[in-house]
């Protein structure tokens, strides 16, 4: 059985402005004027930092979610070789820092815009561009499967073994007979699947959201957020994005359309995460919002 995973151990109390100030500024120099907070996401505390010279976005990791922005620096800096539209990397503070020790900093480029989520309208335009992303994405080929392990090779020989590896499975079985039943259900029928055809993993980006997409202030889309990627079936991808935005079935290959059953599964383990992360941060409100559509998931998959 998989370890237990603290969500709640981030440690964000004791960083003060104060000493994330001085770590940026010994680890890079900055003369720093002014750092202001932003209220995204439910993981990592991010900023804005004016200097004299520019203006950069960082992000801090909590103290459970190890190497992660390393991670992610290894992803954006994969994508940078595609020419793919991501922030430029300013560097990266390693958790081994003296100033904020566990945790790290990446600083990137800052990208003035709006979030696509904040648009009124969304076009088929706009959603094949975010298409292409994933597609370049899904053309590095990654050794194994999984997490990423410090050597950017997965963390699990097999698919499978990925896909029933969930994190405070025990607590999510606890919520309900109900829930527990489905759940049981679902990795019975992820065990029946063949994944041998996969061999290799393919990079996933693994937590869509319109708010890592901005348009720029020239009309340019990039993508951000990049942390939670890891390697696996890039269907798994796909049935996040079309759970949350159905119009994306479009952009998909007719070997991925065929899939449904395997793409409704996907939707579920994706979903069980959620509901793994949400009860153990004792979010409620957030919980119940994922069982919801967890159970949504499960009735269209039983006509199917």
Not at 67 to 96: A, Q
Request: proline fraction near 3%; hydrophobic fraction near 40%; include cysteine.
């Amino acid at each position: 059985m998989r370890n237990f995973i603290n969500y709640n151990n981030t440690d964000f109390e004791n960083l003060t402005d104060g000493v994330i100030t001085k770590e940026l500024e010994e680890k890079f120099h900055f003369e720093i004027i002014s750092m202001s907070h932003i209220d995204t996401g439910h993981v990592n505390k991010c900023v804005v930092v004016e200097t004299q010279e520019n203006t950069f976005f960082c992000k801090i990791s909590p103290l459970w979610y190890k190497k992660s922005l390393s991670r992610e620096k290894w992803c954006l800096n994969k994508l940078l070789t595609r020419k793919v539209l991501v922030p430029k990397i300013v560097g990266l503070v390693e958790d081994n820092n003296e100033n904020i020790p566990g945790h790290e900093i990446l600083v990137l480029e800052y990208i003035p815009g709006k979030l696509i989520s904040q648009l009124p309208n969304i076009s088929d335009d706009i959603l094949e561009k975010i298409s292409k992303v994933y597609c370049c994405l899904h053309s590095f080929e990654v050794k194994k499967f999984g997490w990423l392990d410090p050597n950017f090779i997965g963390d699990k020989d097999g698919w499978l073994d990925f896909l029933l590896d969930i994190e405070n499975l025990d607590l999510c079985r606890s919520i309900s007979k109900e829930l527990n039943k489905k759940i049981n259900f679902l990795l019975n029928n992820l065990k029946k699947f063949d994944f041998k055809s996969l061999k290799n993993g393919r990079l996933l980006y693994g937590d869509f959201n319109l708010d890592n997409f901005i348009l720029s202030l020239s009309g340019e889309i990039y993508a951000l957020d990049f942390q939670n990627c890891f390697s696996g079936d890039p269907l798994y991808d796909y049935s996040i994005i079309i759970d949350k935005y159905p119009s994306f079935v479009k952009f998909l290959n007719s070997e991925q359309k065929i899939q449904k059953r395997l793409l409704k599964l996907y939707t579920l383990r994706y979903l069980l995460t959620r509901i793994s992360y949400f009860i153990q941060k004792n979010d409620f409100e957030l919980t119940n919002f994922y069982i919801k559509r967890f159970n949504s998931v499960y009735q269209k998959l039983n006509i199917i």
